[in-house]
Nanobody, 118 residues
């Protein structure tokens, strides 16, 4: 069993910052790509940022220059530093990780609420 546990969400004013963490536990082999998604009320889940095991990153256009994804392979943890937050960033943020097994196994966290007030 593998579990992903997110933390760091909360309520923040527009322009503020939050740092999300996602720690994996259980029978872990090794994770390849890890990512953060978000889902706002009434909207589909969307990709926010992803990072390969080697550290290559990709960002959605709506967070470029404001959010930074990083990871610690030794701790099986992925982070999302969110700066200059906007009310439209309000959503439940989910951690996603793909284990390097054959076939690849995909895992999701339970989500953490981020609310940005104007």
């Amino acid at each position: 069993q593998v579990q992903l546990v997110e933390s760091g969400g909360g309520l923040v004013q527009a322009g503020g910052s939050l740092r999300l963490s996602c720690a994996a536990s259980g029978s872990i082999f090794a994770f390849g790509a890890m990512a953060w998604y978000r889902q706002a009320p009434g909207k589909q889940r969307e990709l926010v940022a992803s990072i390969t095991r080697g550290g290559l990153t990709k960002y959605a256009d709506f967070v470029k220059g404001r959010f930074t994804i990083s990871r610690d392979n030794g701790k099986n943890t992925v982070y999302l530093q969110m700066n200059s937050l906007k009310p439209e960033d309000t959503a439940v943020y989910y951690c996603n990780a793909n284990m390097m097994t054959v076939p690849t196994r995909e895992y999701w966290g339970q989500g953490t609420q981020v609310t940005v007030s104007s």
